[in-house]
C-alpha cells in the first residue's frame, strides 16, 4: 500500500467516512451494463444457488435452483442463464467501425494494412465482488467443453443450447478479467476500493456492504459504525440484516430457512412424482416460497451493486479511459472473431508461450495503467511524487544548448525548483506530458543550489506541492493534512537536516523538440512554467516476440505433444462422466 | 579466485577433519568444466553460494570453450552484470575476441569496455557475427532473430532469471551451462501469476526451476566454498539459507580481521562496530516502535554508524594482502528493502558528510562485495511481516555481501513481530515448496544476531 493510500485511509477513520484516491473515475463504465449478482450453494463447490441478472435495475430476472444437488435443475438454471447473458452479449457483435491494421502478408511476409472491423462498444459483466468473478471463471470452466445434442447427437448428456457458448464467453471474460485496467468484467467491490479509501483493511474492503457504508454512510452514521452494522447486524431471528454479496450465503439463512424450504421441496417433488393428490400445488407453492428467499438474500447485493454504480457515475471519466476501453473492445470483437470461425474452446490449460504471452501483456498493461492513470489525475500523480517516482515545480531558468553531433540537436537544460523528493540519479530517463498530448523526454542532470532556499527541513513538502496542482476535488489531500503525513515520510531530512544538495534540479530536454536545430515553438518549457516530470514511461512497450508454440525450445519442454488432443474435453479413465 | 588462493589452505573443518577448500572448490569446477565441454546432456545447472567463485568459473568455463573453438553465447540479466562479465574476459585474456551486444538507448554499455582492444560493442548482432563470445542481457538476446544457433551458452544468474525470459532465448543456443546461486532473490512479476502455479513452464517461476521440471536429469553441481563469507559469516549463511547444500568459508578463523585506529568513544555506533570487529556481527538495537518505512531514527543510527566506522579509521586483514588496508568508502555498503529507505540513507549520509558508500536496496545490491555492510532490517519498526519482507532472498542477499563484519540495525520486537505474523502464502498443488522459508530464516538469523546485540545509545 502506498503511503498516500495509508495517509487517506488515516484520514477516513479520522473523518468518519471514505477518502477519495482519485478525482476522475479510472474504469469505463458502460451505459449498459448487465450485473449479475449469482449466489452458490454451502457444501457444494460451484453449483449455483440462485442469479439475479439483467441490464435493468428495477426489473432483474430472478433465476434460482430449487434443488442444487439436481443436476437436472442446474442444467436448467444455467440454460435460463445462457438466455439472459448470451443475447446481450451477442447484441455488440454487429454493429462495428473499420480499423486499418497491420497484418503480415502470409504470401509475402510484409507487413500491409488491413481493415479489419472493431465492435462499436462491448457489453460490459458487473459482479458485486471478487468472489463474483472467481465464480464466473469457475461458471465458464465448467461450461464450455459441455456438448449440445446439435454439435454431438450421440452424448449422453446433452446440454442446452447456448450453454457451452455462454461458457466460452464467460471464460473469455474472467480470462480478460486478469488484465490490469480492462473492464469488461468488472468488481464492484475493486471498482469502489480502487476510487475511495475507507478506514478498514482491504480485506473488509471485499464486504460490498461495509465498503459502502464508508463511502456514504447514512445519515449521521460514522462510517465505521455503519460499516459493522452492514458486516454483522442481525435482526430477532439472528439472519444478518445485510445478506453477503455472495457468491458464498450466510449460514444463519441456511439453517434456519433455507434448508427446511428445500425439504418440503423435496417432499412436496417426491409426492408429485408418485401422483399424489394436490402435490402439484404443494410443489408450486414450495418452489414460491425458496424464489422468495433467494431474492431476499440477492435483492440488498443487487440494490447495492446499482448504488456503488451511481456513486461511480458521479465522478468524472478519466481522459485516457476511452483509449483502455478501445483494447477492451478489441478483445470482444476478437472473441467474437474466433466463435463466428468456429474455432474450439479455449483449452483447459495455457501453453507455455501462451502462458508467458499473457504474462508479459499483463505487465505492460500494469505499467501502462499506473502511467494512464497518474496523467490522468492530479491525486494519483500526487502519489507518485511522495513516492519518489514523479515531481512537480517551477521553471527557474532555462539555458539553450546543442548536443556535439554532426548535426547539433538542441538539448536546453532546465532547472526546476521542486518540492518533491525524487529518487534520481545521475542520466536517469524523465518524462512529461506537452501541451499538445505528445511526449517529451529527458535525463536528469544534477541538482543546483537554490539561493539560500536550501536547509529548510522536509515536513512542509506536501503542503507547497498540492497547493500547484490545484487538484479540484481533492478532498482530503491538500496542504493542511499533507504536512503531518509528510513528516513522517520525509523524516530524514528533519533528523540528519540532510537537506540534500539543494532542490532544484536539472533537467536537459532530450526528445519532443522537432527535428530541426531550433527547437519547436512550445517545446520547451519557459521560466516560470509549472512542469511535472515522472520517471515512469508513459507508453510502456511490450516485451519481444516469443516463439510459436510449435518451436518451444527443450528447456520448456519442447512443442506441445501433437498427439494429445490441444482442446476439448478427455474423459477421466475411471469413470467416463467426469471430464477432467 | 577458484583454485588461485594460497592463504586459503588453512581453513578448517568444524568437525576437526582438515578440509582444503581450495582443493574442493578445484574438483568442483573440474567436474563442473568436464560435463561443459565433454558431458551429453544439453544443461549443466551450477549452484553457487554467495561469493563462492561464481564470475571466476563463468569466465574460465567461457575462455576454455572457445579455447576448443566453440564459439558461445553469454546471457547475463542486467547491463552491469554484462559489463563485468566482459570486463573479466577481456582482463583475463586481452586477445580473445569478446563481443558486446548492447540497446540502442543512448550510453548503453560502461566505457571501461572501450578500453579493451579485443571487445567489439554493437547494437546489431550482425556486426558481432564471428567472434568466439557474445555476452548480452536475457532482453537483448530476446530481441534477436534470424541467426544460426550458437552451439553453446552460458547462462548467469539463472536463478534470478524469470522462465519466460528463458522461453525467449532458448532457442538461440543447443546447449548451455547455467549458473546462479538459488539463495538470492527470486524473480518476480508485478502482475499475479497464480494461475499458472504448478505448471512446470509456470512463466513466472525462475529459469533453473522451469529447465529443471522438464529436464530432471541435467548434471547438478554445487561450488562449495565462499570465498566471500569470512568463517564468523559462512556457517549461519549456510545454515540458515542453504540448509540442504551447505558450504564452507575459504578462509579460517582469525584469518580476516578488522581492527580500528581510534578506541571506542562508548557510544553504540562505536560499541557495536567494537562487537562486528571481534565476532563478524553485530546487532545495533533501538527501542521497539512502529514507524514508516523510513524511520528517521534507524535511518540516522545506520547514517552514524558509517560516519563512525568512517572516522575510527577502520583497517582489514585479509588473505590478500599481509599489511592492514583501510577500509575505505568505497569497500562499505548500506543495504535496505526499500528504494525510499535507500534514499533516506543517503541524504542522511550526506549530511553527515559521507561520500562514496553505497547504498543500495538487496535486489541492487545483488552479486556485489564489500568488507563492511551496514544493514537496515527489513522488518524493523514495521507493523505486519509481508511476504516481501519476509522473502528469504532479501535477508540473504543483505547478510551476505561482507568479506569482514556486518552490522544490522533494528528495532526491537522483531521476534514478537514474527510470532504473530506466521508465513500464510496459499499452497500451490504441484508447486515443490522452497525451504527454509522466510518465516525461518528469519528467526536463524535473529537468534543468532541476538548474542551480538547492543542497545542504542547516542
Known amino acids: 500500500m502506498s503511503l498516500i493510500t495509508t495517509l487517506a485511509r488515516m484520514e477516513a477513520v479520522r473523518e468518519g467516512r471514505a477518502q477519495p484516491l482519485t478525482t476522475v473515475r479510472h474504469r469505463h463504465l458502460s451505459e449498459r451494463p448487465l450485473a449479475f449478482v449469482p449466489l452458490t450453494t454451502a457444501g457444494e463447490a460451484g453449483a449455483p444457488l440462485g442469479a439475479l441478472v439483467g441490464t435493468d435495475r428495477d426489473a432483474p430476472r430472478l433465476l434460482i435452483v430449487a434443488q442444487p444437488r439436481d443436476r437436472d435443475l442446474r442444467f436448467a438454471f444455467l440454460a435460463e442463464l445462457a438466455e439472459e447473458i448470451q443475447p446481450y452479449l451477442d447484441s455488440y457483435a454487429d454493429e462495428v467501425e473499420l480499423e486499418e491494421r497491420k497484418e503480415t502478408d502470409p504470401e509475402t511476409g510484409k507487413k500491409v494494412p488491413v481493415q479489419v472491423e472493431l465492435c462499436a462498444d462491448a457489453p460490459q459483466l458487473l459482479v458485486p465482488s471478487a468472489a463474483g468473478v472467481a465464480f464466473v471463471r469457475l461458471l465458464g470452466r465448467s461450461m464450455r467443453f459441455r456438448r449440445t445434442a446439435e454439435q454431438d447427437p450421440e452424448t449422453p448428456f446433452p446440454a442446452p443450447a447456448r450453454v457451452p457458448l455462454l461458457g466460452r464467453w464467460l471464460t473469455h471474460y474472467g480470462e480478460r478479467s486478469r488484465v490490469p485496467g480492462s473492464c469488461l468484467l468488472l468488481s464492484l467491490t475493486e471498482l469502489l476500493s480502487r476510487h475511495w479509501a475507507t478506514g478498514q483493511s482491504p480485506l473488509e474492503d471485499q464486504h460490498l456492504g461495509s465498503l459502502l457504508a464508508w463511502i456514504d454512510p447514512p445519515e449521521g452514521v460514522p462510517g465505521a459504525e455503519a460499516a459493522l452494522r452492514a458486516e454483522s447486524e442481525r435482526d430477532e431471528d439472528g439472519l444478518l440484516r445485510c445478506p453477503p454479496a455472495g457468491p458464498a450465503t450466510d449460514p444463519a439463512f441456511d439453517n434456519q430457512l433455507l434448508a427446511p424450504a428445500m425439504s418440503r421441496y423435496d417432499a412436496a417433488r417426491a409426492e408429485a412424482s408418485q401422483g399424489v393428490a394436490g402435490a402439484e400445488a404443494r410443489l408450486r407453492l414450495a418452489e414460491a416460497e425458496l424464489r422468495g428467499l433467494i431474492a431476499s438474500q440477492l435483492r440488498p447485493t443487487w440494490d447495492a451493486l446499482w448504488h456503488g454504480v451511481d456513486l461511480l457515475r458521479s465522478l468524472p471519466e478519466g481522459a485516457r479511459v476511452a483509449e483502455r476501453w478501445k483494447r477492451d473492445r478489441w478483445s470482444y470483437t476478437a472473441h467474437r472473431d474466433r466463435v463466428r470461425a468456429g474455432e474450439p474452446p479455449q483449452p483447459k490449460r495455457d501453453d507455455a508461450v501462451t502462458a508467458a504471452q499473457k504474462l508479459a501483456a499483463r505487465e505492460t498493461a500494469q505499467a501502462q495503467l499506473d502511467a494512464h492513470e497518474a496523467l490522468d489525475d492530479p491525486l494519483v500523480m500526487a502519489g507518485r511524487r511522495l513516492a519518489g517516482e514523479a515531481f512537480a515545480g517551477e521553471v527557474t531558468d532555462v539555458e539553450m544548448a546543442w548536443s556535439e553531433a554532426r548535426v547539433p540537436r538542441p538539448r536546453p537544460l532546465i532547472t526546476v525548483r521542486t518540492e518533491d523528493r525524487p529518487h534520481l540519479a545521475e542520466r536517469v530517463k524523465l518524462h512529461r506530458v506537452l501541451a499538445d498530448g505528445r511526449a517529451q523526454s529527458g535525463e536528469f542532470v544534477g541538482f543546483a543550489r537554490t539561493d539560500g532556499a536550501a536547509g529548510t527541513g522536509g515536513a512542509d513538502g506536501a503542503a507547497g506541492t498540492d497547493g500547484t496542482d490545484g487538484a479540484a476535488g481533492t478532498g482530503g489531500a491538500d496542504g493542511t493534512d499533507g504536512t503531518t503525513g509528510t513528516g513522517g515520510a520525509d523524516g530524514a531530512g528533519g533528523a540528519g537536516d540532510a537537506d540534500g544538495p539543494g532542490r532544484a534540479l536539472v533537467v536537459r530536454l532530450t526528445g519532443g523538440m522537432g527535428r530541426g536545430k531550433q527547437p519547436e515553438p512550445g517545446s520547451v518549457p519557459e521560466k516560470g512554467d509549472r512542469v511535472c516530470w515522472t520517471l515512469f514511461e508513459h507508453a510502456p512497450r511490450g516485451g519481444p516476440e516469443l516463439p510459436d508454440p510449435e518451436s518451444t525450445p527443450w528447456t520448456h519442454g519442447g512443442p506441445p505433444d501433437a498427439a494429445a488432443p490441444a482442446h476439448g474435453p478427455e474423459p477421466d479413465p475411471m469413470t467416463e462422466e467426469d471430464y477432467l | ?167 525467449a532465448v532458448a532457442g538461440l543456443f543447443e546447449r548451455a551451462l547455467f549458473v546462479g546461486d538459488p539463495g538470492q532473490l527470486d524473480p518476480f512479476s508485478v502482475v499475479g501469476a497464480d494461475q499458472w502455479a504448478g505448471l512446470s513452464y509456470d512463466p513466472s517461476a525462475s529459469a533453473v526451476t522451469t529447465l529443471l521440471a522438464h529436464n530432471p536429469r541435467l548434471p547438478q553441481h554445487r561450488l562449495p566454498v565462499s570465498w566471500r563469507l569470512p568463517a564468523s559469516a559462512a556457517p549461519l549463511v549456510s545454515d540458515a539459507f542453504y540448509p540442504y547444500t551447505p558450504f564452507r568459508s575459504g578462509t579460517g578463523h582469525g584469518e580476516r580481521r578488522l581492527s580500528f585506529g581510534v578506541a571506542s568513544d562508548g557510544s553504540g555506533p562505536d560499541r557495536v562496530l567494537d562487537e562486528a570487529a571481534e565476532s563478524g ?44 588496508v583501510p577500509v575505505t568508502a568505497d569497500r562499505i555498503a548500506v543495504g535496505t528493502a526499500h528504494r525510499d529507505q535507500a534514499a533516506a540513507v543517503r541524504a542522511a549520509l550526506t549530511g553527515l558528510g559521507v561520500s562514496g558508500v553505497t547504498v543500495d536496496t538487496a535486489n541492487r545490491l545483488q552479486g556485489r562485495e564489500f568488507d563492511v555492510t551496514v544493514v537496515l532490517h527489513p522488518l524493523s519498526g514495521r507493523p505486519d511481516a509481508t511476504a516481501f519482507h519476509l522473502e528469504t532472498g532479501r535477508l540473504c542477499v543483505l547478510a551476505s555481501r561482507h568479506r569482514q563484519a556486518c552490522v544490522v540495525v533494528c528495532r526491537a520486537g522483531v521476534a514478537e513481530l514474527l510470532d504473530e505474523h506466521p508465513s500464510t502464502e496459499p499452497v500451490q498443488l504441484g508447486v515443490t515448496v522452497k525451504f527454509p522459508d522466510g518465516w525461518e530464516a528469519n528467526h536463524a538469523v535473529l537468534a543468532h544476531l541476538a548474542e551480538h546485540r547492543v542497545a542504542w545509545r547516542p
Not at chain 2, 290 to 307: I, S
Open chain 2, 1 to 167: 579466485m577458484i583454485g588461485a588462493d594460497p592463504a586459503a589452505g588453512a581453513a578448517r573443518a568444524r568437525g576437526g577433519e582438515p578440509f582444503d577448500p581450495s582443493a574442493a572448490a578445484a574438483r568442483a569446477t573440474e567436474a563442473i568444466l568436464r560435463d561443459t565441454l565433454h558431458g551429453a546432456d544439453r544443461g549443466v545447472v551450477v549452484d553457487s553460494p554467495p561469493g563462492a567463485g561464481k564470475s571466476t568459473l563463468v569466465v574460465r568455463a567461457a575462455r576454455e570453450l572457445a579455447a576448443a573453438g566453440r564459439p558461445l553465447m553469454v546471457v547475463a540479466q542486467t547491463n552491469a552484470q554484462v559489463d563485468d562479465l566482459v570486463d573479466r574476459l577481456a582482463t583475463a585474456d586481452p586477445d580473445l575476441p569478446v563481443g558486446r551486444l548492447h540497446s540502442s538507448d543512448p550510453h548503453p554499455y560502461d566505457p571501461v569496455l572501450d578500453g579493451h582492444a579485443s571487445v567489439r560493442a554493437s547494437a546489431k548482432i550482425a556486426d558481432l557475427a564471428g567472434l568466439d563470445i557474445v555476452v548480452s542481457t536475457a532482453a537483448k538476446w530476446a530481441h534477436v532473430r534470424d541467426v544460426e544457433p550458437w552451439r553453446h551458452a552460458i547462462v548467469d544468474e539463472a536463478y534470478q532469471m524469470r522462465s519466460d525470459a528463458l522461453l
Open chain 2, 281 to 324: 556481527w553485530g546487532l545495533l538495537e533501538l527501542p521497539a516502535r512502529r514507524t514508516p518505512r523510513t524511520d528517521p531514527e534507524a535511518v540516522a543510527a545506520v547514517a552514524q554508524v558509517v560516519r563512525r566506522l568512517l572516522d575510527r579509521g577502520a583497517a582489514a586483514v585479509s588473505e590478500r594482502s599481509d599489511e592492514p
